[in-house]
């Protein structure tokens, strides 16, 4: 009769040709993915420059532009796991009888299949058993006696855990792909911007919907620290955390030193200028006192000059160029600023536009009556924050650790054995079978149970101290 | 190898002759530079140390070449001595640069060459002293020497981190990859001459040594512009980078004829694996008599193109198809053209080496068996080190970009290098797979290990775009 259908989906699934040939799939669309140019990652019309429509059409249609997304890499990624979880639980069962049940008393047919063992001649069972075990825990192989009806012998082994290695790292790489599954499921991605002073608890997803966070986050301070050549050296932000309007942790971030709360990281991404104004500090002259008067102004400030007068910073234009009677700001450095003033009278109800430096067409200077001058501006810098919530790292994580405890176990730790039986061969002579097995590094094993065999030669070879005792005394009675 | 050392006995006396005129020179040669150093005053710089690095490097990889036509014993003893030499001023030259920076030497492709080389100088040791793998510097010290060279052609001042790379945890992956990445290239060689052991027949590699050379000469030739130019990179030698006309676009100058030229030698490296063919298919022994005799003529044409293409790029200035003007360009702006020529000729200095000398090197390398077991050892040490590099530059993102895997390119050929290894350790555990085809293995991983070492950063682009 034929298998069953599903027993069969389940074999091939766990055979080691499945798990290669998707492996080979992988690491070739893994390899596309690097060649063609990806979607998101790449700038729109660079990758319209790089193929022709009729190729793009196609390679958009497959999905070769955003391989890593596309439902068939994920679909790969999860057979490649499903092969990884059915070949361990289909391999399984066997490692864990060899390991949860060593095998502890050769019998004949073994003693005589084993390739590595040694029989040395002995006089009676206990002395050398004895010796042997001496030798055997010496050598870090925990010997026991196995006692059967008409029989014992030694077993002792080392590193049995070896054998459950290959597992332990399996388990670890299905540990790490869950993580990523969790955080491609349930993790964001952010961006947040903020100038000092404000604060915010909502942020702007990489792909579509704002996230709403149960805190809010406020920038007490950025700045940007440079080299002597002038390129960037750090950067840094003060963040403070506000839960229910309380203050509730402070940090200063940099580039590699995130702020986390509440499973939510914020990253030091960038900083620059906002192109806006944070502080305009002006002289104001009465026209007909000729008073200076210093005023500071955020925008949309307003200042008393006097009990009549009020000054407010309606606009501030970072670097400005006129065309067709209009003030157009050019770039968000400050190059050529300007500032429109509106000077207002209470008893008159009249705003006059002010402007510095005065532009001819639109100011109208002349009526206010007061002149002003700019003594110093400070201009308003924003904070690029990186915001990510990856719930799954830490499956990551403790996958990358076990992976690595997993790999010491697998190439470092041999899982060997010694077994030590007396046996009488053809002529009914008393002889200690030593047998020995490794399941990896046998070349370094043999000598080690060569080692093995030469101490306990030693221990059985009629004890030489004591010979040489009464030599001594031989001597020194004549 | 005690039976080698018994034969080698008569030839010993005039094996000195090398050493001591490898021992002149390489004396000269610091003499010369002393000279030098006491008219500028300045004698612990890096730039000295490296020379000296350079000189002694230069004396290790020709007494291990004497040493692999010879197989005398001496020439290793002296080989590992200036080896040594090499090791302390390369040490020197890292530990400067260290101090001068202020940052573990990883930053630039020319900080890496700098920590790679010295790895590979020290793993030499290591595998002479420990492995008893005596030739192994017979490889690796060109290799070395090449890494030496093309540093004097980058950039080398001291350029300040940018915030991103100022992290602990960057030099944990750095040091982690260089680190897997010579325990690769040990294992590639080991590899190779496993197959020399392994009785596979010097004809084959010969067809391998010429595909390789005239892979890499069509590679070359894809530069190859109307009227019989070549297209190299225009470089910028003020400011010491490519000259860039857009975004990630270089400006490309042609040099004239020197397109033919390299076509000239294409012809000439093909001529081997023709006769090979031939030779396949007649069995005549004469037609692989005139492939071997082939191979030596396309070194001597090779050297020769080598040696042009020096010439031409170094001087003057030439035009482009795509700006006005004539423009300069520099060794530095075509570091894998360079790269290819002097490997095309290594690789069949490296076959006729072993056209001569197939017995003795037999003699002299350890048993298959025992390198089959070396090259899965150095596997043994690559592939946790390749896996704590990846979760190290993992995590090293997750600090820095808030997120640690992104499929961008570097990152994806570190986990497809992973995955051939994977596929190798797989295979010879669950399949048995022993000798050759573990052989191949280590090979083709090591071909990917280079593609994600160099093709990437330069080919593809990329987040690793300053390493």
Redesign the interface.
Known sequence: MAIPLPRKIWQTLGA?KT??IL?IL??IL??A???I??RP??DPDEIQRAYSPQVLRLLDGLGLTD??HAWWFVLLLSLVSLSIVAASIQRFPNAWRFYARPYKSPDEAFRKALPTHKLIAIKDEETALSAAERVLAKKGFHPERIVRENSFSLFGERNRISEMA?YIVHASLLLIFLG?IIDAEFGW?AFLSLTRGEQSSEVQAQNGPKHFLPFAVRCDGAGQEN?A?G?????WSNLTVLKGGREVLHKQI?????LVYGGV?F???SYGKTGKVDKLVLTATSRQSMNPKDITLGLNETAALDPDTTVRLAEFIPDYVVGDGQVYARSNDLENPAARLVVESKKSGQAINYWLPAIPGIEQNALSPYDFQGKDVQMAYFTGL???H?PG?WG??AG?LL??LG??VV??LVHSRIWVVPVRDARGQLQLWIGGAANKNK?VFEQRFSDVVKQIEWELKPSQPEISQTSVAALTEK | MARARVEQQPAAATGMTLVVMVGLGVAFLLFMAFLNVVKSGNLLNESNLLYATLIFYFGAATLYLGFGITGTPNYVRFASLATWAGLLANTGAVAHRWYEAGHPPFASIYEMLLSFVWTLAALTLIAEKKFKVKVIGTVTMPVAIVGVVLMQLLRTDVRPLVPALQSTWLHVHVTLAMLAYAACALSFALAMMFLIQDKMKTETFLAATSIFTIATYIATLTRFEKWGGLSVAAWNPEEKSEIFIAKGVRLFVVIPDLGWLLLLVLAAVSVPLVFYILWRKTNNEAHLDLANRAVFLSILLQTLALVFFIVRVRDGHYFSLDADGQFPTSLAASPFILSGLVGGIFVSLLYLLLLWRRTDLERMLPSADELDRIIYKTIAIAFPLLTLMIAAGAYWANRTWGSYWSWDPKETWAAITWLVYAGYLHMRITRGWRGRRAAYFAILGFAVVMFTFFGVTYLLPGLHAYA
């Open positions: 080691i798990g290669v492996l992988t690491v893994a390899a993915g690097t060649l140019l990806q990652a790449t391989v890593f290959v990523g991605r080299y050549d390129t960037p050296k750090k950067w940099v580039v590699n030193e995130p990281r990253y030091q991404a990186e915001v990510s990856e790292q990551v994580w990358v992976m690595g790999l010491v190439f470092y070349d």
